[in-house]
């Protein structure tokens, strides 16, 4: 069962959308100098599946997609919650995007999601704003293929 600790609106986590950001506790990734120890946390916060709903309703408006930032704790019912959270955004009109903080490949269930980031944080490459990061950011086109945008977070 996923369990959030925050949500807030922004315009940096998926380039070109505003996003509702829904963060995730649980994670399992320990990455060194993590960003977000509190995400590490096992069940803490909220239980997602009671809120999902209103969450959505109450932000859609302002809104263009939905960020789910973490995964939990990777089970499998996890991704498939989050799968069905993603098909509820998608049914009110909005994009949405996962972030994973695995070094991993798009995995099969993660082609539901819009927008997908992978990758661990590690200090020494940088967060996606850098461009040494070893993390990276997939838009899915109309193809349904996944293109590496993560070129669109770095300044020149
Ligand atoms: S993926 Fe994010 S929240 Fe998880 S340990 Fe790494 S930096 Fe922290």
Known sequence: MLYYTEICLS???VPGEQSICI????????????????LQ???????????I???????YSQASCVCFLGEGTGRQEEKEELVRFAEFAQQKGL??????????FIEEWMKEFD????????????????QTTN???YRKNANGEFEDITFLFWCE
């Open 135 to 137: 993390q990276r950011m």
């Open 23 to 38: 963060y995730i506790s649980g994670c399992c990734n320990r990455c060194k100098n993590c960003h977000y120890p509190e």
């Open 95 to 104: 994009k949405t995007c996962l972030y994973s903080g695995r070094d991993t």
């Open 11 to 13: 315009p940096y986590e």
């Open 53 to 59: 709903s209103d969450i959505i309703d109450l932000y």
């Open 115 to 130: 927008y997908i980031k992978i990758g661990s944080y590690q200090e020494d490459f940088g967060a996606l704003d850098s």
């Open 41 to 51: 946390l096992p069940e803490h916060g909220d239980v997602l599946s009671k809120r």
